[in-house]
């Protein structure tokens, strides 16, 4: 490169008039429009058009710029022109924002009849819900970022009706954490499986109630015209999870389940019982269920957002599990590259190169269907992954 410098100076140089003058090889549109003869004028154009074709010459010589790999699974960049800047993400699909139901301003809260006498509750993150019996009220969670306004909004929507149960569908405090605020309430039913109240007494947080109506594996109870059936189950928590269900309303509440309108959240809503998770899908199905509530998100849910859910989870367990066939090649390809040390840094490349190529699938099946799927997938397929190097 510098000799094509130096040879284009020299010729550039053997035909510079007098009184032309360069700063390098160059020539600035000012010095050349002060030219007045035509010698000066020429010898110019040749100043660009040599400065050009050097330019040219160390554009094709020097090897094109790597672009940088995008993957979803790296740090998220606020940077727009980084490789995985926050714009190279999918904006939430047309279809899932337009079920999500709008906040009063003025209780950042929305309230909803979805069947008659039973409502729910969402501020766009959390959901609660509950029914009017005709007896009193059967209140469902109670999330501390909203439930200190529960008794306001049970008050506008069940006047007259005292809250005579309050049933917890796990131990976790981001659903549970708010029910302090009901703690005047007089006679309060609190039901709980017996393992999610040991957990809560072990915990011991301050702002949770203690249940004081717990069971070990099926609870019923009747208030007024609305029956709720109560299974304990395990497919979320650490402890145990309760599915509740309003026959006569075909209402199910199973929170940290579903997404609506989405992928689930990360690692399958952070669930700690993989297989238990899994299974979940035909045990719910088989109740006569319309409306489901899942805890989060805005929407409620309903049967075939489930089915949906279902058949996401299963693609991204079977793509998951397809590529841990290439896990031991993968190994030693990566260990023979850097020099057969670091055990653990090859494994690493095995794992991560079975998670993008299983999210890359996922993402491009699923873009169309379920909302950000390009931001959840690859902790999906690394929870699939690293459950079938430990089980």
């Excluded at 969402?122 to 209140?139: H, K, N, S």
Aim: charged share 20%.
């Amino acid at each position: 490169m510098t000799n094509d410098r130096e040879d284009a100076r020299a010729a550039v140089e053997e035909t510079r008039p007098a009184g032309a003058t360069t700063a390098g090889i160059g020539c600035s549109s000012m010095m050349c429009r002060r030219q007045t003869a035509s010698a000066a004028a020429k010898w110019c154009a040749m100043v660009a058009a040599a400065a050009m074709a050097v330019v040219a010459g160390a554009c094709a010589a020097a090897p094109p710029a790597k672009a940088a790999a995008r993957d979803t699974a790296n740090a998220v960049s606020l940077d727009p022109e980084a490789p995985n800047s926050f714009r190279t993400f999918a904006p939430e699909l047309d279809k899932a924002v337009a079920r999500m139901p709008k906040l009063d301003p003025q209780t950042g809260l929305h309230v909803a009849e979805v069947k008659p006498n039973l409502f729910y509750v969402t501020d766009g993150v959390y959901q609660a819900a509950f029914v009017r019996t005709g007896e009193g009220i059967i209140l469902f969670d109670a999330p501390p970022s909203f439930a200190h306004k529960l008794p306001g909004v049970i008050q506008a929507h069940a006047s007259g009706e005292p809250v005579k149960f309050l049933l917890y569908s796990h131990s976790h405090t981001d659903h549970i954490g708010g029910s302090g605020a009901l703690a005047s309430i007089q006679g309060l039913k609190i039901v709980a499986p017996a393992d999610v109240a040991q957990a809560i007494e072990r915990a011991n947080r301050p702002g949770i109630l203690k249940p004081n109506t717990t069971f070990e594996d099926k609870y019923s109870l009747s208030l007024g015209r609305e029956v709720v059936e109560i299974k304990t189950a395990h497919f979320h928590s650490e402890n145990t999870d309760a599915i509740i269900y309003l026959p006569r309303q075909k209402f199910i509440v199973a929170v940290d389940t579903i997404t609506p309108g989405e992928v689930p959240y990360a690692n399958f809503g952070s669930t700690v019982k993989l297989d238990g998770y899994f299974a979940f899908f035909d045990e719910i199905l088989q109740y006569d269920f319309d409306t489901i509530l899942s805890g989060h998100v805005s929407i409620l849910g309903n049967r075939e957002d489930v089915m949906i859910a279902r058949d996401y989870v299963r693609d991204v367990r079977d793509t998951a599990l397809k590529g841990m066939a290439s896990m031991l090649p993968t190994f030693e390809k990566a260990f023979g590259a850097i020099g057969h040390k670091n055990g653990n840094l090859a494994y690493r490349v095995a794992i991560e190169t079975i998670r993008r190529d299983c999210a890359t699938q996922i993402i491009d099946r699923w873009k169309d269907k379920l909302s950000v799927a390009d931001v959840w997938a690859h902790t999906h397929c690394e929870t699939v992954i690293q459950y079938a190097i430990m089980h």
